[in-house]
Structures are given as structure tokens and as C-alpha cells.
């Protein structure tokens, strides 16, 4: 997918500054090839956990599955089994995942090419170029640098070269696929003697980019090369308030499930667009000290809740808000990049969760937030609202899904979501997990 949504919302000097200073980095002639990782650091997807791709397959699936499974769970395990199975002394591809698929699901062996081709074709359709990676990338290549691009992933060479063409990166000088040259997956810098051997060159006049410390930036400098760091963008968002650990707290248990899709997808677009030039938390303040941020993940989640009912405090913020252009920019930013993305599809699993941004503007904002928004509120509602911030209860935000004991999945039956007795359940099992 393209990449050529134009925003409301010009980054901060913050981010400009930093974006020249990378830019600079690049320029320098002290090298004459430049490496990049592919995935975080040129292209992103609008997901906040890999496995919500696998949600537009069900439908294909159900046409050739009966079982009570899943695709989604039957993928994940496929998954699961491939990494524990070839990744210690080989590499898990997504043909060997495949495999296993097709012996849990039952599915035939047609089946499972028209699967294969399915999310070839979804990854490649949501792929988009990042911003700051695709200006990094250019100016490599104004400076004739050879270009060599690094896919760490499972999916084959074809699905990686239309996804680097179609997001801009056609002009590379090779791709380094570690699977293709039997490097472990364990190995995880052994990419870095691939990339010094395709640049023909000595590894001091090879620039890596890269967003892992320790594999992009550490391990390049060990083997004599250079390297700059330019950090994964869903990280940055989690870093830059505490809005998604007072999310997680609320829904330790079940924000994988499908009804949060809207909401998890959302935080994937507010960390693409917000952390693309990465920037850090700022004091007193969740949202980075920006109207427009405000606007973009308290407001534009709130198109997906059919007949929304705010409180009377919650229903006088959205008024001032409204009132602000740049809070309202941010709203109307989401609305054009969640269509631009994914058209009408998240919608259709509901909104569930995403009143949760209003309700901590509410009930815990920080004054730097609360000063955006205060001069548009009339006299009583900021003394109704005036009062220090309170703290909220976070939990840790996880990259993959939290596991369900039996215990937990009992009260998933025994006390309903939003009961009173599964929120007092809820709050005993949170206060166990984290002893």
C-alpha cells in the first residue's frame, strides 16, 4: 500500500531536528553502502500484534474448515510449533509453517496454497512505507550508496520484493534473506556478514539502520561497521504516556480478542503516524505536550461506538475539544488513515474499549494535557475538572497475547464482561499476575 496520506499535522521541532540530524548521518562519506532492516525500519503495518492480519482470513478459511478452532488460533499454533520445531538450527518459513497447519487443521494440500497465497496477499496489500525510512532511503541513494535491504521475516522473496516496490524501495542494490542463506534464526546477527559481503566493500564502509540495540546497533559496531539506530514505532508510542498500560489494566485478559480489533488497530495508526520521526514522553503530559495527538487517540476511536452515551463531564470535554483546531485535526487525520488502511472492514467487529482514552482524559489527565483543553471549557465544568490528576492503575503492555489459565477462562464463563463480579475477579487475578 502506498504511502501517500497527507497529514494534518507537521512534525514537531523535535522530531525535524532529529530527522536532520539522521539525514546528515546518512550524508556522510565515510561509508558507501548502507543496510536496512525491512521490517520497523522501511515498512510498517497497521497492526498492533502480528496476528491481527490473521483476522481477514476467516472468512477464507471457514470455507474449507468445520472445526471449532479458529483460524487464528490454528495459525498461531502452526506458528508456535514451526519456531519451537526448525528456529534453535534452521529457519521457520512460512511453507514449513504451512505444514503444520495443514496437520492440525485437517485443511488439503489445495487448501493450503490458496491460504499461503491469501496472506501473501494481505501482507503486501497493508504493507506502507515509513516516512522517516523512506527519507533515510532516498537520500542513501542521492549520495550513491549501494542499497541493501535486510528481511528477517518468513514470507519468500517475491512477497518481499513487490511489498519494497510498492512502498517506494525498488531501487535497491540486493535483499539479504537469512532463511535463503541457511543462517539460524537463533543467529540473530548473523544477516550483519551477508550485508558486509553484498556491499563488496570493508565493513567500516558499511552504514547499518536497524531499531534492536543490542542486533542493529551493538553487533554492527563489534564487526566494525557503523550504525544508527532508528527505533520501532509501537515502543515509542507505549513509552510516550501511560494511556495504553491503563488500557492493558482494563483488559489484562481479553485484548486479543477480536471485539478489541478497532481498538488495538488504533493504537497501531497513533504509533505509525505519531512515532514515525520517533520522539519521547514529555513532562506533565501522555500525549507528547500535542493538541493534535489528543484529538487523533481520544477522539477518532470513538467513531467506531454505535449510539456512544458520555458521561456529563465527558460529554463537555468532547464539546471543548471540538473547538479546538488542532485537536480536531488529529480526529480527522484518524478518520482519513483508518479508511485510507482499511477501508470500512474493523468496523464491523464493533467498538469495544474505545471509550477508554476519554475515560482516562477524564479521570487522569495530566495539567499539560488539561491545559489544551481548559480554555474551551466553560466555568463550571473547570472547576468540575480542576482538580490534580489522580494516578491510574497500568499494567505492562505486551507484545503478544497474555495466556488465559483455567482459572481466568472459568470466569470467562461464570461472570460476564462488565459485571460487577468479574470486575472484582479481574482485579484479584491482575494483583495475582503481577507477585
Not at 5 to 22: I, W
Not at 74 to 102: C, H, P, S, W
Not at 368 to 378: E, M, Q, T
Request: charged letters at 30%.
Amino acid at each position: 500500500m502506498s504511502g501517500d496520506l497527507v497529514l494534518l499535522r507537521p512534525d514537531s521541532e523535535t522530531q525535524k531536528e532529529l530527522t536532520e540530524k539522521m539525514l546528515k548521518e546518512i550524508a556522510r562519506n565515510d561509508h558507501a553502502a548502507v543496510s536496512f532492516k525491512m521490517w520497523d525500519a522501511l515498512v510498517l503495518l497497521p497492526f498492533s500484534q502480528p496476528e491481527d492480519i490473521f483476522l481477514f482470513m476467516e472468512d477464507d478459511f471457514s470455507m474449507y474448515n468445520t472445526g471449532k478452532k479458529t483460524f487464528t488460533e490454528l495459525r498461531m499454533e502452526a506458528q508456535k510449533a514451526a519456531e519451537k520445531k526448525y528456529a534453535l538450527k534452521g529457519n521457520v518459513t512460512l511453507e514449513k509453517i504451512y505444514d503444520i497447519f495443514v496437520k492440525i487443521s485437517g485443511v488439503s494440500p489445495s487448501c493450503r496454497e490458496k491460504l499461503i497465497m491469501r496472506e501473501c496477499d494481505l501482507i503486501h496489500h497493508f504493507a506502507f512505507p515509513r516516512k522517516l525510512g523512506k527519507l533515510l532511503f532516498d537520500e542513501a541513494k542521492r549520495c550513491n550508496n549501494k542499497l541493501i535491504v535486510v528481511s528477517d521475516s518468513y514470507y519468500p522473496r517475491d512477497v518481499v520484493v513487490k511489498i519494497l516496490c510498492d512502498c517506494g524501495y525498488g531501487d535497491y542494490s540486493s535483499v539479504v534473506i537469512p532463511s535463503e542463506l541457511n543462517i539460524p534464526d537463533s543467529a540473530k546477527t548473523g544477516f550483519l556478514d551477508a550485508v558486509v559481503k553484498k556491499s563488496g566493500l570493508d565493513p567500516d564502509n558499511v552504514l547499518h539502520i536497524g531499531g534492536d540495540l543490542s542486533n542493529d546497533v551493538e553487533a554492527p559496531i563489534r564487526k566494525g561497521m557503523k550504525a544508527l539506530m532508528l527505533q520501532p514505532v509501537l515502543p515509542l508510542m507505549v513509552r510516550s504516556g501511560r494511556l495504553r498500560g491503563y488500557v492493558e489494566e482494563k483488559h489484562l485478559y481479553d485484548i486479543e480478542e477480536k471485539q478489541f480489533m478497532a481498538l488495538r488497530c488504533s493504537f497501531a495508526l497513533y504509533a505509525a503516524y505519531g512515532f514515525d520521526a520517533p520522539q519521547n514522553k514529555k513532562p506533565k503530559s501522555d500525549f507528547c505536550d500535542d493538541e493534535y495527538m489528543i484529538g487523533f487517540i481520544i477522539l477518532g476511536p470513538l467513531c467506531f461506538i454505535e449510539n456512544f452515551e458520555p458521561t456529563d463531564m465527558q460529554a463537555e470535554l468532547i464539546r471543548a475539544m471540538e473547538k479546538n483546531k488542532n485537536i480536531m485535526n488529529g480526529k480527522l487525520d484518524f478518520r482519513n488513515m483508518l479508511y485510507h488502511h482499511f477501508g470500512d472492514f474493523i468496523g464491523k467487529y464493533g467498538g469495544e474499549g474505545c471509550h477508554l482514552g476519554l475515560e482516562f482524559l477524564e479521570k487522569h489527565s495530566y495539567i499539560g494535557d488539561r491545559n489544551r483543553i481548559y480554555p474551551f471549557l466553560s466555568d463550571s465544568s473547570r472547576k468540575k475538572w480542576g482538580r490534580a490528576e489522580s494516578e491510574p492503575k497500568l499494567a505492562p503492555v505486551h507484545a503478544k497475547a497474555v495466556k488465559k489459565n483455567a482459572l481466568q477462562k472459568l470466569a470467562d464463563k461464570l461472570f460476564p464482561q462488565g459485571t460487577k463480579v468479574r470486575e472484582m475477579s479481574e482485579g484479584a487475578l491482575t494483583r495475582k499476575k503481577r507477585k
